[in-house]
């Protein structure tokens, strides 16, 4: 079974610019959160994403922004890249909505998509 | 106030101890409460949760929990080189809705 893929795995941008990541879930999930990951802040959390419906969100300015696809890909989009936004971007896959693809062991992280804003 | 704090480390412990780490956490609300297990460049991999107060045991690891204290801790015992990670501490707010990682304590096992 194929794990989580993300793409692009590394993107340099520009200030004022914008950035689509995508993620694709393991196959039969139907949940998909983002993250964000930087050495100051640790791994916060973006928004997830179930039924091609955003569920939860995280405290991120509007300029991040998501939707799922009926195939349960999900993209996120950055708008106005700031330097603040370098990150790691990473997406978890899970079988059920909000906590509970965690706690029946089902959530899986991809590897990453590394965000560099000059 | 974080709203979940862990120690960063570097944690060392001699390979075949018992390593524990800790956690506290300022949301009384919480419900469910996580570790994950990252190495360095990779992605994080869920190894434990629990949400009943008292230990919970999985192979070597043991996850502790207090609630009336507010913290939460992993132990994990016979550690070996390859449990050298960041080991992050999540925990659900109390509408369930997200979970809000700690940044983590970098774990070393010394031969």
């Known amino acids: 079974k194929a794990g989580v893929t993300q793409t692009p795995r590394y993107l340099i941008k520009t200030r004022g610019q914008q950035v689509t990541l995508s993620c694709s879930p393991i196959s039969g999930h139907r949940s998909v959160s983002w993250y964000q990951q930087t050495p100051g802040q640790g791994l916060q959390f973006l928004f997830e994403?179930?039924?091609?419906?955003?569920?939860n969100k995280g405290n991120f300015p509007g300029r991040f922004s998501g939707r799922q696809f009926s195939n349960s890909r999900s993209e996120m989009n950055v708008s106005t890249l700031e330097l603040g936004d370098s990150a790691l971007y990473l997406c978890a896959s899970s079988l059920t909505p909000g906590l509970a693809g965690a706690t029946q062991g089902t959530q899986y992280f991809g590897p990453g998509t590394r965000l560099l804003v000059l | 106030q974080k709203e979940v704090e862990q120690n960063s480390g570097p944690l060392s412990v001699p390979e075949g101890a018992i390593a524990s780490l800790n956690c506290t956490y300022s949301?009384?609300?919480?419900?469910?409460f996580f570790w994950y297990r990252q190495y360095s460049g990779k992605s994080p991999e869920l190894i434990m949760f629990?949400?009943?107060?008292g230990d919970k045991e999985d192979g070597r690891f043991t996850a502790q929990l207090n609630k009336a204290s507010q913290y939460v801790s992993l132990l994990i015992r016979d550690s070996q080189p390859s449990d050298s990670a960041t080991y992050l501490c999540?925990?659900?707010?109390?509408?369930?809705?997200?979970?809000?990682f700690g940044s983590g304590t970098r774990l070393s096992i010394r031969p």
């Open positions: 999540a925990v659900s707010n109390s509408s369930a809705s997200k979970i809000i």
């Open positions: 629990i949400y009943s107060n």
């Open positions: 949301d009384r609300g919480s419900q469910s």
């Open positions: 994403y179930f039924s091609e419906t955003q569920r």
